[in-house]
């Protein structure tokens, strides 16, 4: 069986947004602890959790949990700090 090729965004969207794990946590309503571990690869969301990590780093799921295959480095357009 191959490696699992699906890496994601998470942390460097999250930092680049400069919010801490647990403050992207609190916005999407789970710990500190679950942020940690789908940044480390350790822990893939479910569907509804993807989509708000998504949206609270202002980008598609595409882009933060994509497969490795994109051709091009996406474009994020993000409004830090928003709330």
């Known amino acids: 069986m191959e490696p699992d090729t699906t890496e994601n965004l998470v942390r460097k969207l999250r930092r680049w947004a400069e919010l801490s794990q647990a403050e992207l946590a609190e916005r999407v ?6 942020i940690a571990n789908i940044e480390k690869g350790n822990y893939s969301p479910s569907v509804h959790l993807a ?3 998504c949206r ?3 980008a598609t799921v595409e882009q ?4 490795g295959q994109a051709t091009s480095a996406p474009t994020i357009t993000h409004e830090r700090n928003r709330r």
């Open 51 to 53: 989509l708000a990590i």
């Open 29 to 34: 309503g789970v710990t500190r602890q679950t």
């Open 56 to 58: 609270e780093l202002g």
């Open 64 to 67: 933060v949990f994509g497969t």
